[in-house]
């Protein structure tokens, strides 16, 4: 195993030794089971292939400066995954179960978890589909839990890489009341077509506005925007935003280092005000963005103009993976240990 090139590689799909799964039938979830097959097989009228029954979960687990690993908030994407559920008319995942499934298969991983010091992670993917076949519009009587996992580069190669964005308002990702705050492919279906346009247009990914009145910042792709503005962090409060586990964890380190935190509105003309901007997400913690090009108006927002990111994103960034890492104390109980 000493062959994985841990400097090099990318966000992506990497084959390991194990999955978990669990199958909910006649109203109970049965036992967890590991698996070697990277196939799933299901029945073709399943509802997740029909109907968008279907929630993920990213999330992620860190060698230490001590050589332990940890997974990072794992309890909070347990219950974001059951919001998901609900939201979707799925069985829920009990939180211990959720919790079992992760630990099984980053346990039956470990040795593709990346050693400290090489900036990758273990990138943990739990899934949960409606299997139960259904041609009428209904929810499934059956669901698949899965949890795979897979080791994942540094997102940024050369360090801390300030991005460039591009505002849109041909393209909503999700509606007012809509899937915007649970987890589940449809809103990145939604996605694609405007993200592959900013990536083909030179920009790392595309600001959703608020659907509808497009007044107001919303998805930074698929990652929460934040602005800092003097001493305070100002995040969107919006009904169509994914609550990111990386953005509630800023805001409570952005407290801790004496800062104002506002989550509301934030119309698109306030970015002139901004002394800083990011994007955040469990993938990169921080994508500090440089640039955001706003492509109906051709107006240009311009951060860190030295090139590099700003200095409360760069603190706000270096206390999350000092945490991550076993680095700095985890004073919230944040860190889950694998033994
Ligand atoms: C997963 C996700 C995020 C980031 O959430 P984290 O919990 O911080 O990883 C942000 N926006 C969207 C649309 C997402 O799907």
New binding site residues.
Partial sequence: MNTIDWKNLPFGYFKTDYNVRCYYKNGQWGPLEVSESEMITMHMAATCLHYGQEAF???KAFTGADGKVRIFRMV??AK?MQRSAHGVMMAEVPIPLFEEAVLKAVKLNLKYVPPYGEGASLYIRPLLIGTGGEVGVKPAKEYMFMVFVGPVGPYFKEGFNPVKMQIVRDYD?AAPLGT?TI?VGG??AA?LLAGERAHHDGFSSCLFLDAREKKYID??????FFGIKGETYITPDSTS????????SLCELAVEMGMKVERRHIPVEELSEFDEAGA????AVISPICQIHDRDTNKIYQYCKDGKAGPVCTKLYERLKGIQQGLLPDTHGWNTMVE
């Avoid at 998805?219 to 929460?224: K, L, M, V």
């Avoid at 935003?241 to 509630?248: A, C, E, Q, W």
């Avoid at 955040?280 to 993938?283: K, L, M, S």
């Fill in positions: 979960e990213g999330m909070e994407n974001r990702r915007g987890k809103n990145y996605s998805e930074a792709g698929p990652a929460n935003i994914l609550p990111s586990i990386t953005n509630k955040c997400g469990t993938a």
